[in-house]
């Protein structure tokens, strides 16, 4: 009697194990799951603000235009960095894969060694160029004239359709912009706001720098010939309309005033009122100026409510 009681205690201790044992493994398969799951969530947190600009990895198909707006700043800008980022990482653009960049030449400070380094490692979206800081000695030329072997890959080309050089204080509305682009030649295209103001012929004479955009063979052409090179010095704008008239360029221009203008205080010959149909709004100088164009704009109308908010 003795001896069974002993041996249904030990397979009763058995059964008992194994359970236990399942109970267990069942446990720690719960918990990677959730663990995987968590760890999901946390990358998807960290990438998810500015996912649809920059080179993050952006789900695009071949037929997508490409587009680079590089805007030309300085290092030490960073505040200013950070908005545009605000400002055009919330925006998307069907049909389009279009890339923020951060222009700007040499470092020249320790700290900006780290910061920007810094800046990098989280949006990969600045460009250093070889040169020194400069407003009317050829950072412009260096911008587009690098580009082609920056941008080199085996898997594009064009690396992109379209490039623009495009101002810190402009607010480009990105869908609008491809909408206007879609029915326009990616060959020989020279696209903005015509100066001098008043003029609507996009061959007089040349395109503003609040932000112009050309086609990839003229970037191409801007590092290959010999005329931009010998023509750098002064207004940088005007210079690159110069080039184009000297060496033929842009048979293909687009005139893209009134959809760009100038924000409408002080009034000039080159501001508009704000208006649905707009690309781009230039000389927005103080913040009060960039929220009333954002605001005007409805930016924030998809904002979706939640327990963790409240804005009126
Ligand atoms: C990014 O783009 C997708 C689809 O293109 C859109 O659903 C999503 O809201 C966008 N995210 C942001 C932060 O703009
Ligand atoms: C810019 O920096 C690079 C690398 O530090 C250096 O080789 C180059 O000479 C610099 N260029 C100018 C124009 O200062
Ligand atoms: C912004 O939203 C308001 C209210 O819905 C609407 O009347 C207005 O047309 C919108 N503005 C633009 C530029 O889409």
């Known amino acids: 009697m003795k001896n069974v009681a002993k041996l249904g205690n030990g397979k009763m201790f058995i059964i008992v194990s194994f359970i236990l044992i399942g109970l267990l493994i069942t446990l720690a398969y719960i918990n990677e799951i959730r663990f995987d799951h968590f760890s999901n969530i946390r990358k998807c947190a960290i990438s998810s603000p500015f996912s649809n600009i920059s080179s993050l990895p952006i789900k695009s198909s071949e037929n997508d235009i490409r587009i680079l707006l590089g805007i ?79 941008l080199k890959d085996d898997t594009h080309y064009p690396p992109y359709h379209y490039v623009i050089k495009g101002d810190d204080d402009t607010y480009f509305r990105l869908p609008k912009l491809v909408e206007t682009l879609m029915p326009l030649s990616r060959q020989d295209l020279y696209y903005g706001y015509v100066v001098p103001c008043p003029s609507m012929d996009p061959f007089v004479h040349y395109m503003s720098g609040m932000g112009y955009l050309v086609s990839w063979d003229i970037v191409e052409w801007i590092r290959d010939s010999d005329i931009p090179k010998s023509h750098l010095e002064g207004p940088e704008d005007k210079n690159f309309g110069a080039w184009l008239r000297e060496g033929r360029k842009a048979k293909n221009r687009y005139n893209a005033k009134w959809y760009m203008y100038d924000y409408p205080e002080p009034h000039t010959r080159c501001t508009h009122e704000l208006w649905p149909d707009t690309v781009a709004v230039h000389r927005l100088k103080t913040q009060e100026k960039w929220v009333t164009t954002l605001e005007y704009f409805n930016v924030t109308q998809n904002l979706k409510p939640s327990k963790l908010y409240h804005i009126p």
């Open 72 to 150: 030309l700043t300085l290092p030490d800008n960073y505040n200013r960095r950070h908005f545009l980022r605000l400002i055009y990482g919330t925006q998307s653009v069907a049909g389009a894969k279009i890339d923020l960049k951060f222009v700007f030449c040499n470092l020249t400070k320790e700290d900006q060694k780290l910061i920007i380094a810094l800046e990098i490692l989280r949006y990969d979206d600045i460009i250093i160029m070889n040169c020194k800081e400069n407003m009317d000695k050829g950072k412009t030329y260096t911008y587009f004239s690098s580009l082609p072997d920056m």
